[in-house]
């Protein structure tokens, strides 16, 4: 008698994205269901022309990347020694097309083969996620490849055009990414306009009970009405310092007013980059890659947990299993005033909000970061514990402030803000001068102040600031341009494309190649580059997704018009070199950027052919001077005379003081990274920086030649998830990477300003 199969025996075969993820789903689930990962993407646009046939109604031809074909492979194999599939990828758009791309790529009967969605890595999710199973969300993947299309036809029809008309340089024009840089270029012409504007403030230093506070200057009263005061030269200071030299300070009027101070929503994908950037210092990129691990799952000693749910949402929505733990812990450790009568809700913060996912906050209330804290990077612990605290406040009462006291003959205000309640900022607040109140005395109407000061103090009116990564993702969101996945991506191309750079304050700055790529833009693309068409072209596509539009007629109608714009632009763009604002050192002519035929940029004068002036891009065109010999306390290894730092046209050297010795000495560069090799074999070796025969440098063994460990690339010190060799930085033209050293192993991620 043949035994029949029951559920429990049932092999399972769940396809997630990331490894990372793979062993904290394992942990939950059990022997009974294989956990594999996809890496990602498995399949794209065929890499030959546009992918797609326009005249076919856009109909689109994916095939499998190269570097995936051993994944889909292995996945195959796997897939013949279980009964069903389940594709957990995540729980967004663009997760729901790699779980259609993974189900085309297996042979697997496909009604064997299900969708499992879940907002965060827990038992209760993960289960809940397994019990509800269902088909894969075809609108939410036709949006997908639509977004996909479309932004294939912008860089693809347009990037040519930029080739051509600005020489040289291979360019490229993303639909969202130009856009972006607009809003950069828009922000800088802004700033060069400015014209700063004279004003003045005066301040009295007060006393009262041997007690010094301070009061500003703010309101002038004419006719017994309160006007506001406008101070814009010296003159206007010494006529009211003038009228102000006999008056008497006494309290004119306190306004008590009770106000509350309502918590901030829970973090979204927009809002915890914002404070990260501001509270840690951490670029987009770095903040969603340490979002990622803590939402994957960090082992805590007894397995792998993922700590927060997932990071990329536009919704502030809470469940009410969170709320009632979130209550639970805030009675259990604050008390029952700290927790409001009704629970907080939060509205959508704009129309166009997709609200598929709660925001962003722990998965675990009770695993405060102090108590978990050993188990993270110190990294890991100020994210982890910046979205645990906003979210536990945002659950919390309001907390109540006086404010606003006024004194003074022409009035002085004085502000002030005395807690009576703390509420949700035990927790959690952003307002620093939330105590600053109690540096001031009582004062009551009537009461009579002593002047111990006036200080008159000139300003300028300062241009807008240069936006950050994170005040630009603020205004991508208010115009509706992009979504919580695309940030990130976005704020990375146009560095790597050379279009915007960082200043040494982090603010993004457009080059003068991003700047001239925006003018052509601008000028023969206009509605590419108006955000409220970018807007209504993402709106699109959540209506796509939604099957309130039909996505070839979503795509023709964008098509019709935009192949004749095309046909304008190469028309009438004329050919163009980019301009900078350096001066040819020799000729005194402008000099203008250029591409090497390897692919480097370079200053070449505007003047060419009669002038042949070439310089570096960080060269300013002056002569520079030799740097001075800088003097060290090493001796020469044959002669034992002192010896100095030089500086030559390679870079810097030792060299013997010894007029009879000269020896030179190459200065060895350590990396700080022990090797390897070395460790396992018991020696101390490092990998320090090494020329080659052929000129190149790599970071070789220090123990050479009895250790021949060596890696091409800088290595950082880090291990890689995937396989455990090292790290190395990789710089590239598509972008600066962190990438694994290990030629079969592909781990990468993006290298960030602050790991150069």
């Known amino acids: 008698m043949t035994k029949t199969k029951t559920n429990k025996e049932e092999k399972t075969l769940v396809i997630v994205e990331s490894p990372a993820k793979s062993k904290t789903i394992g942990k939950i689930l059990g022997s009974?269901?294989?956990?594999?990962?996809?890496?990602?993407?498995?399949?794209?646009?065929?890499?030959?022309?546009?992918?797609?046939?326009?005249?076919?109604?856009?109909?689109p031809h994916f095939e499998i990347i190269p570097e995936k074909k051993k994944i889909i492979t292995e996945l195959n194999k796997l897939a013949k020694?279980?009964?069903?599939?389940?594709?957990?990828?995540?729980?967004?758009?663009?997760?729901?097309?790699?779980?259609?791309?993974?189900?085309?790529?297996?042979?697997?009967?496909?009604?064997?083969?299900?969708?499992?969605?879940?907002?965060?890595?827990?038992?209760?999710?993960?289960?809940?996620?397994?019990?509800?199973?269902?088909?894969?969300?075809?609108?939410?993947?036709?949006a997908q490849k639509t977004r996909q299309i479309l932004d294939k036809l912008v860089g693809f029809k347009i990037s040519p055009i930029l080739w051509e008309k600005m020489k040289n340089y291979k360019l490229s024009a993303g639909r969202v990414q130009s856009v972006a840089l607009k809003i950069i270029c828009r922000r800088e012409d802004e700033i060069e306009a400015f014209v700063p504007k004279e004003y003045w403030s005066i301040d009295a230093l007060l006393n009262k009970s041997n007690c010094d506070f301070e009061a500003e200057l703010s309101k002038i009263i004419k006719s017994n009405k309160e006007e506001k005061i406008e101070i814009n030269s010296k003159k206007d200071v010494?006529?009211?310092?003038?009228d102000l030299e006999n008056a008497k300070y006494e309290v004119y009027k306190i306004t008590p007013k009770d106000t509350t101070r309502k918590p901030q929503a829970p973090f979204i994908t927009s809002t915890l980059q914002r404070e990260a950037s501001s509270k840690l210092g951490?670029?987009?990129?770095?903040?969603?890659?340490?979002?990622?691990?803590?939402?994957?799952?960090?082992?805590?000693?007894?397995?792998?947990?993922?700590?927060?749910?997932?990071?990329?949402?536009?919704?502030?929505?809470?469940?009410?299993?969170?709320?009632?733990?979130?209550?639970?812990?805030?009675?259990?450790?604050?008390?029952?005033?700290?927790?409001?009568?009704?629970?907080?809700?939060?509205?959508?913060?704009?129309?166009?909000?997709?609200?598929?996912?709660?925001?962003?906050?722990?998965?675990?209330?009770?695993?405060?970061?102090?108590?978990?804290?050993?188990?993270?990077?110190?990294?890991?612990?100020?994210?982890?514990?910046?979205?645990?605290?906003?979210?536990?406040?945002?659950?919390?009462?309001?907390?109540?402030?006086?404010?606003?006291?006024?004194?003074?003959?022409?009035?002085?205000?004085?502000?002030?803000?005395?807690?009576?309640?703390?509420?949700?900022?035990?927790?959690?607040?952003?307002?620093?001068?939330?105590?600053?109140?109690?540096?001031f005395p009582a004062l009551e109407v009537g009461d009579i102040l002593n002047l111990k000061k006036l200080n008159p103090e000139q300003h300028f009116t300062q241009p807008p600031a240069r936006y950050s990564e994170a005040s630009l993702v603020k205004q991508l969101e208010e115009y509706g341009i992009g979504r919580p996945s695309t940030y990130a991506p976005i704020i990375t191309k146009i560095q790597q494309r050379n279009y915007v750079e960082k200043t040494p304050t982090k603010s993004l700055k457009p080059t003068p190649l991003g700047r001239e790529i925006c003018k052509q833009l601008d000028e023969h693309f206009v509605k590419i580059m108006d955000y409220k068409f970018t807007a209504q072209m993402e709106a699109g596509l959540d209506n796509i997704a939604e099957?309130?539009?039909?996505?070839?007629?979503?795509?023709?109608?964008?098509?019709?018009p935009f192949s004749k714009t095309l046909d304008e632009a190469q028309?009438?763009?004329?050919?163009?070199?980019?301009?900078?604002?350096?001066?040819?050192?020799?000729?005194?002519?402008?000099?203008?950027?250029?591409?090497?035929?390897?692919?480097?940029?370079?200053?070449?004068?505007?003047?060419?052919?009669?002038?042949?002036?070439?310089?570096?891009?960080?060269?300013?065109?002056?002569?520079?001077?030799?740097?001075?010999?800088?003097?060290?306390?090493k001796k020469c290894e044959k002669c034992g005379g002192d010896m100095v730092i030089k500086t030559g046209p390679y870079g810097k050297y030792y060299q013997c003081?010894?007029?009879?010795?000269?020896?030179?000495?190459?200065?060895?560069?350590?990396?700080?990274v022990k090797c390897p090799k070395c460790a396992q074999e018991g020696r101390d070796g490092e990998l320090v920086k090494r020329k080659s025969r052929y000129g190149t440098f790599f970071w070789g063994c220090s123990?050479?030649?009895?250790?021949?460990?060596?890696?091409?690339?800088?290595?950082?010190?880090?291990?890689?998830?995937?396989?455990?060799?090292?790290?190395?930085?990789?710089?590239?033209?598509?972008?600066?990477?962190?990438?694994?050293?290990?030629?079969?192993?592909?781990?990468?991620?993006?290298?960030?300003d602050d790991e150069n």
Request: hydrophobic share 30%; with cysteine; charged share 30%.
């Open 32 to 59: 009974n269901y294989i956990i594999q990962a996809s890496m990602g993407h498995v399949r794209d646009l065929a890499s030959k022309g546009l992918g797609f046939d326009i005249e076919n109604n856009f109909e």
């Open 81 to 142: 020694s279980v009964d069903r599939i389940y594709l957990a990828s995540d729980p967004d758009r663009e997760g729901e097309a790699i779980a259609w791309h993974v189900k085309e790529c297996l042979k697997f009967p496909q009604d064997k083969i299900f969708r499992i969605v879940f907002n965060e890595i827990t038992p209760n999710a993960i289960k809940e996620a397994v019990a509800n199973y269902h088909q894969i969300d075809m609108l939410k993947v036709e």
């Open 238 to 242: 010494d006529k009211i310092l003038k």
């Open 282 to 439: 951490y670029g987009v990129s770095k903040t969603m890659q340490i979002a990622q691990k803590l939402y994957e799952g960090i082992d805590l000693g007894d397995g792998s947990v993922g700590l927060i749910t997932y990071m990329r949402t536009d919704s502030t929505r809470v469940s009410l299993d969170a709320q009632n733990s979130a209550r639970d812990f805030i009675l259990e450790n604050y008390g029952q005033d700290y927790y409001p009568k009704t629970p907080n809700i939060y509205a959508k913060n704009k129309q166009n909000t997709q609200d598929a996912h709660e925001a962003i906050r722990p998965s675990y209330i009770d695993k405060t970061p102090e108590s978990i804290k050993k188990y993270l990077t110190a990294e890991q612990y100020k994210l982890y514990k910046l979205i645990w605290e906003r979210f536990i406040s945002s659950q919390m009462s309001n907390a109540n402030l006086t404010v606003d006291i006024k004194a003074g003959d022409y009035i002085f205000k004085m502000g002030s803000s005395k807690v009576v309640f703390d509420g949700f900022t035990k927790i959690y607040s952003d307002d620093s001068n939330i105590e600053e109140y109690k540096k």
């Open 547 to 560: 099957d309130k539009q039909n996505s070839i007629e979503f795509l023709n109608d964008f098509w019709l």
């Open 571 to 633: 028309k009438n763009m004329k050919r163009t070199d980019v301009e900078t604002d350096k001066i040819c050192p020799n000729c005194g002519r402008k000099m203008v950027l250029k591409l090497s035929r390897f692919g480097k940029q370079f200053l070449a004068c505007s003047g060419y052919p009669e002038c042949k002036t070439a310089l570096p891009v960080e060269d300013n065109g002056e002569k520079k001077e030799i740097p001075a010999d800088e003097p060290t306390d």
């Open 657 to 672: 003081l010894n007029d009879k010795c000269k020896k030179r000495f190459s200065i060895v560069e350590s990396s700080g």
């Open 703 to 752: 123990k050479y030649p009895e250790c021949s460990f060596a890696l091409w690339a800088q290595p950082t010190g880090e291990t890689c998830p995937q396989c455990g060799s090292l790290l190395v930085k990789k710089y590239l033209k598509r972008g600066n990477k962190i990438a694994c050293s290990n030629k079969n192993c592909k781990y990468s991620r993006d290298l960030e």
